[in-house]
């Protein structure tokens, strides 16, 4: 008898301790204060802490209403209303990195490829214009790279994301044999795939590899005849006008 109640008042223990780890990883998984910006790091992201807060105010200037609402969206990175008046207010002010952290959120909260992607490129390009400042690269990187992760998780073929992960570690963390694999695994899937086929050639130039640049730049402009770019480019390879 007294097994059985023992028996018992374990597995009602347990059950307990159950039902309090659910209600904690779903408190976790809910929490609107920056849910989506925990200093996670994934492989390949820069070593030095991102810092959207800085970046956005760099941007913001003195505007108050601006700041408040950039606040706001930092406060609580799921609200859908603030993030849509981020993203409409870069739009109105051409302020790329607005979009792209709106684009950032909105991606997440809406589980939507496409406008993670287009997060993503923002950054990456915002990023390369940007010349103010160099430690901001590390905020553009670390976005970009991460919102690619995110598409990745569930689409590990996803070319658009391989490659924009791939440039964004080669031009910004200087991670030239990594992002190289990462372009070589799209080529993997799609020989003629164009933006991988691009930067490969790129790198091929940057790296004196010529003959494979040579290679690459044929390729190209089989798929794109039209590219006067890459003919010129082609041309002055083959005339050894640039090495």
């Not at 008042?9 to 849910?35: C, D, K, P, Y």
């Not at 950032?104 to 406008?115: A, N, P, V």
């Amino acid at each position: 008898m007294f097994l059985n109640k023992n028996f018992k008042w374990q597995l009602s223990l347990l059950g307990v301790i159950a039902v309090l780890l659910f209600v904690l990883t779903w408190f976790g998984i809910n929490s609107n204060t920056a849910r989506f910006d925990n200093p996670i790091k994934e492989a390949n992201e820069p070593s030095k802490e991102a810092n959207i807060h800085d970046l956005l105010h760099r941007f913001s200037g003195s505007n108050d209403e601006i700041n408040s609402l950039i606040e706001n969206v930092l406060e609580d990175t799921s609200n859908a209303k603030n993030i849509d008046a981020l993203i409409t207010l870069g739009t109105q002010n051409k302020i790329d990195v607005f979009n792209a952290y709106g684009f950032y959120l909105k991606g997440i909260l809406e589980k939507d490829t496409k406008t993670l992607l287009a997060s993503a490129k923002l950054f990456y390009e915002a990023g390369t214009q940007d010349q103010d400042s160099t430690a901001d690269k590390t905020t553009y990187s670390f976005y970009a790279i991460r919102a690619c992760d995110i598409i990745l998780k569930t689409e590990p073929k996803n070319l658009d994301a391989l490659t924009c992960k791939a440039t964004s570690i080669v031009y910004f963390g200087g991670a030239i044999m990594t992002g190289v694999g990462l372009l070589k695994q799209v080529e993997s899937i799609d020989s003629n795939y164009i933006d991988a086929q691009h930067h490969l050639m790129i790198l091929d130039i940057q790296s004196g590899q010529y003959k494979k640049a040579e290679k690459r730049l044929k390729k190209l402009l089989h798929l794109q005849p039209e590219n006067q770019q890459y003919a010129d480019l082609l041309l002055k390879l083959e005339t050894q006008q640039i090495k």
